[in-house]
């Protein structure tokens, strides 16, 4: 069924004040990832708020679907969207990156138990799911009716390892695996292109036998459509490429890689990211 005006509304809301969120912790934390960070709210937004099957009361939920984030660098994000969800104070975010901290640079689900994966070296979150998705059919059968969702950003796919997971999720025809590529050009050190070609991406997946969509990332309308369209997949893996904007929010930040890696820390870039999202500070 498709999203209603109402629904797509309430997403928009969502991944706004999730946007806000952001930028309030990389200045309190001064340091941490802006682009990814910002143009995933969408997606996750649409993820948490939407499709997933998941309980924050409840984390661990035996039937819960299961998120593994590969580019674990944009955890801003989940932090940001996992408190508005209700897994935690939306307070707690600012103590992102500090000492003690929950939250720290780089997911650690020892240090926040509702996480499924701790993440750092960009390649693995891919091998990781495959590797769950592959325990649950020991255990389950062919189908437990969970989905394992694993989020990437495009400059990971640098990393070997990843085309390895590909090939084997496509020969396992493992159905019940969705990945989200956030497909913003953008990678520390330049333009993936530049960097390290990755296009024809689409047909590099479809190769190993995996069913290819490429998507507006922030249109809810088509992330739905989508998500609906790989979940009805029975015979291989989906991954869903989304073309995103690095820094969706700021436009004075958007598509720039020098962004990839920083947060605003200057007076001026402070003032350009709240004035941009609506942020008063009192």
């Known amino acids: 069924m498709p999203l209603s005006d109402e629904k ?36 996750f937004s649409y993820l948490y708020f939407y499709a997933l099957k998941h309980n924050p009361q409840k984390p661990d939920w035996p039937y819960r679907d299961r998120l593994v984030l590969s580019n674990g660098h944009i955890c801003p994000v989940l932090y ?12 707690e975010l600012k103590t992102l990156r500090k000492f003690g901290s929950k939250l720290q640079g780089h997911p650690h689900r020892e240090f926040l138990p509702a996480l499924e994966n701790s993440s750092g070296p960009l390649g693995s979150g891919l091998s990781q799911i495959v590797g769950m998705a592959l325990a649950d059919r020991m255990d389950f059968g062919k189908t437990s009716g969970k989905q394992f969702v694993c989020l990437m950003g495009d400059g990971e796919l640098n990393e070997g390892q990843n085309w390895e997971a590909i090939m084997l999720a496509g020969k396992e025809k493992i159905q019940n695996i969705i ?21 024809p991406l689409a047909d590099k997946w479809r190769a190993f036998n995996w069913h290819v969509q490429e998507i507006d990332g922030h249109n809810f309308r088509a992330i739905d459509e989508a998500w609906g369209q790989a979940k009805s997949v029975f015979d291989k893996p989906s991954v869903i490429i989304a073309n995103t904007i690095s820094s969706k929010g700021i436009p004075a930040f958007e598509r720039k890689y020098e962004w990839h890696g920083k ?19 009192k």
């Open 80 to 91: 940001a969207t996992m408190a508005h969800s209700g897994y935690f104070p939306v307070s």
């Open 263 to 281: 947060p605003p820390t200057s007076s001026e870039e402070i003032k350009i990211a709240r004035e941009s999202l609506g942020i008063t500070i």
């Open 8 to 43: 797509v509304q309430f997403l928009y809301e969502k991944a706004y004040s999730i946007r806000q969120s952001i930028v309030e912790m990389l200045i309190e934390a001064k340091s941490g990832h802006t682009a990814g960070s910002l143009d995933m709210a969408d997606v």
């Open 179 to 199: 990945v989200i590529i956030d497909r913003n050009n953008i990678q520390i050190d330049g333009f993936t292109e530049d960097v390290m070609p990755l296009n």
